[in-house]
């Protein structure tokens, strides 16, 4: 099984080719460039650095003061008018300038995931035996299939769209509307219910799903269903995949920052109906196992009187793109096969260009998040390593000083396996990714929702922790989300764990 994990045999044409299923040690190879970009977007706020020491210095000084100092102060004044008006121009220059350049606090008031009916579940005796009915698959993609199922880290408990029950299956346009608004609106309205918050208040929707866009567009159906106010700012993102949660996130941010006073909703999901691949090129078969249904439901707010009842406040988002390289577009491609059959390629470079997307994303993130010590022994072993060729390791950043909980996407095992080792984080920093993994499966974007969503239920987010969800999806891009709780958060009604968070953690069969 652990020889599995590591790499994995295919034949083309009789050959027998041997596939790397491992990150590469990315931690060990930095490039400098990535460590720059993560400086400069500390030094775009070094204005505020400076000017909060400089104003708590200032107000220390004037408590001590004593009244004769005061008088002595205001007699001096009086006899120094130009000193007077020239300080007070820097004041108020100074306020201006920090008051119209500081961003704005964008607060998380909850959220919700998708939980489907247990109707949906599929065990994989059932997903084996309805692979073979169909007739669509020879018997060896079957064997495959069975050995990804046995391999994948997912349960018995997953979910696929009602359409993959039928015996043949029925994957119509209306029946993929059918399971976007099951999805959607089965998030919506439990947000809407746990907050108290009306459709009319939200002034910015964000939809992303990558492989289903109908016209109208799932934003539209949103705003039809809740009869949303007719001049919200919808945006529907498509074809971004497994990270396009935290790029939603991102864009809602931009749209708070100028929008004073609204409420933004971010709903994160991805359609499975229409995209089942029913043919037999290996390489398209790996999503029909792993990906199952599921979605989420995000409320952000910019306005001040939300902190008192937000979970979090976010603190970073940082995005990673490697479209530019043509490898690292292709690496997750939609096509058609040799038979016309339409279906989700993943290259079998997938897992070195996720480790350079996480190597690029993490060396940029870390001048922003980990604590001085860590950056100095970081930067100083890099420094010394790229200018002067020391033969010196690269010292690897203890990213557990930074981050108290850990939202890993839950793609695949192999996957949350290497970022466990690269990170050197501890069994418990990747429970979460592992336990939604085998009780949801990939859902794609929202995985990092339902990852947060157990560690709320088993209650250990505390006042002030950070929480540091990371994703990667075709493109091929590197998200990374950080968040702090403004409070000690417990789970929300209708929690998807609430119902068997205490069977959690399980033991999972390698």
Known sequence: ?????????????????????RL?????????KHVKLGYHYLITHLLTLCLVPLMAFVIFQAFQLNPSD????????QYNLV?????????????TVYF?????SLFLVDYACYKPPSNLQVKFEQFMEHSSLTGDFDDSSLEFQRKILERSGLGEETYVPEAMHYIPPRPSMAAAREEAQQVMFGALDVLFANTNIKPKDIGILVVNCSLFNPTPSLSAMIVNKYKLRGNIRSFNLGGMGCSAGVIAVDLAKDMLQVHRNTYAVVVSTENITQNWYFGNKKSMLIPNCLFRVGGSAVLLSNKAKDKRRAKYKLVHVVRTHKGADDKAFKCVYQEQDGAGKTG?????????IAGGA???NITTLGPLVLPVSEQLLFFSTLVAKKLFNAKVKPYIPDFKLAFDHFCIHAGGRAVIDELEKNLQLLPIHVEASRMTLHRFGNTSSSSIWYELAYTEAKERVRRGDRIWQ???????KCNSAIWEALRHVKPSSNNPWQDCIDRYPVQIVM
């Open 358 to 360: 996480l190597k690029t």
């Open 70 to 77: 005061i008088h002595q102060l205001w007699l001096h004044l």
């Open 1 to 21: 099984m652990n020889n599995q994990r590591e790499s994995e045999s295919t034949t083309t044409n009789g050959v027998q080719i041997r596939q790397s299923r």
């Open 83 to 95: 000193s007077v008006i020239i300080c007070s121009a820097f004041l108020v220059f100074g306020a």
């Open 100 to 104: 119209m350049t500081r961003s704005r």
């Open 470 to 476: 990371i994703a990667f999806g075709s493109g091929f």
């Open 344 to 352: 989700v390629s993943l290259s079998k470079e997938l897992m070195a």
């Open 24 to 32: 590469p040690d990315f931690l060990h190879s930095v490039n400098l």
